[in-house]
């Protein structure tokens, strides 16, 4: 049984850089894609990006300028920068699994089955 | 303001059958696959319905999913009142190049 479990600092101040970890236990992290998803208080999902275990990935554009995702397949992790934060980066921020074929031609997309249990990060000084 | 459309609330009583709608556009819903998750109170999503119309293992044949053209329902019979939470359609977004979600819907059992 996948499991996955976010770690980081829970409070971050504006204009410094937002640093997580999801660690991968009980199953590898190689052939699968990984996103970071958030939820704001109150407030609905939003997919930050994705990274291949091969360590390619895909950012939301309204975050991307901001956003790095790495991975590191020795310790099976994959992390989060987001940079120059600001109180509206305040969330609960998931990690999760997704399960997706990509072709030459297209993205097969069947959605995200296994999900951390999510990290407050509270943005203030 | 989500990508995808949804109703902000949904409520039904025990044993009822509600539907909870998602709406999208050509570059979403009408060209790819729709996801739903459920969302229990303090908890992370979980993954509900796959490929429009596909269960995981473990889910109730109570939750069904649907798509046509650039819209999906999620079907939800016999309601308990372990069914309320929040529930969120998602779908890939060709434009993008990621997924998208819609807003959400809170599902309340009287």
């Known amino acids: 049984q996948v499991q996955l479990q976010e770690s980081g600092p829970g409070l971050v101040k504006p204009s410094e850089t937002l640093s997580l970890t999801c660690t991968v236990s009980?199953?590898?992290?190689?052939?699968?894609?990984w996103s970071w998803i958030r939820q704001p208080p109150g407030k609905g999902l939003e997919w930050i990006g994705y990274?291949?275990?091969?360590?390619?990935?895909n950012y939301n554009p309204s975050l991307k300028s901001r956003v790095t995702i790495s991975v590191d397949t020795s310790k099976n992790q994959f992390s989060l920068k987001l940079s120059s934060v600001t109180a509206a980066d305040t969330a609960v921020y998931y990690c999760?699994?997704?399960?997706?074929?990509?072709?030459?031609?297209?993205?097969?997309?069947?959605?995200?089955?296994?999900w951390g249990q999510g990290t407050t990060v509270t943005v203030s000084s | 303001q989500s990508v995808l459309t949804q109703p902000p609330s949904a409520s039904g009583t025990p044993g009822q059958r509600v539907t909870i709608s998602c709406s999208g556009s050509s570059s979403n819903i009408g060209s790819n696959t729709v996801n739903w998750y459920q969302q229990l109170p303090g908890t992370a999503p979980k993954l509900l319905i796959y490929?429009?119309?596909q269960r995981p293992s473990g889910v109730p044949d109570r939750f069904s999913g649907s798509k046509s053209g650039t819209s999906a329902s999620l079907a939800i019979s016999g309601l308990q009142s372990e069914d309320e939470a929040d529930y969120y359609c998602a779908a890939w977004d060709d434009s993008l190049n990621g997924p998208v979600f819609g807003g959400g819907t809170k599902l309340t059992v009287l």
């Open positions: 999760a699994r997704d399960m997706m074929v990509v072709t030459p031609s297209h993205y097969y997309y069947y959605g995200m089955d296994v």
């Open positions: 490929r429009n119309n």
């Open positions: 990274i291949y275990y091969s360590g390619s990935t």
């Open positions: 009980g199953g590898s992290i190689s052939s699968y894609y």
